[in-house]
């Protein structure tokens, strides 16, 4: 079964915009966020989110029916 991306330049550019922003909140700017619980969780979802988009096939989209790639 081979994957196909659903994930197009405009979702990808924005996972990747909140990702930085998730990913610098919770493991470089750390007074931003002290519980070290709610910046594990923000961590786990920023770079969750930026692996997804820069392979650009979402689990989710996947079984919800959703692309926003442009069709050919």
């Known amino acids: 079964m081979k994957?196909?991306?659903?994930i197009g330049r405009l979702d990808q550019?924005?996972?990747?915009?909140i990702s930085a922003v998730?990913?610098?909140?919770?493991?470089?700017?750390?007074?931003?966020?002290?519980d070290p619980m709610?910046?594990?969780?923000?961590?786990f979802?920023?770079?969750g989110n930026l692996l997804v988009a820069l392979?650009?096939?979402c689990p989710l989209y996947t079984v919800?029916?959703?692309n926003t790639c442009r069709l050919s």
């Open 38 to 43: 709610s910046s594990g969780i923000l961590a």
């Open 64 to 66: 919800a029916g959703i």
């Open 13 to 17: 550019a924005l996972r990747i915009g």
């Open 3 to 6: 994957l196909e991306r659903n």
């Open 22 to 34: 998730l990913i610098y909140i919770s493991l470089i700017d750390t007074s931003i966020i002290e």
């Open 55 to 57: 392979v650009r096939i």
């Open 45 to 47: 979802v920023g770079i």
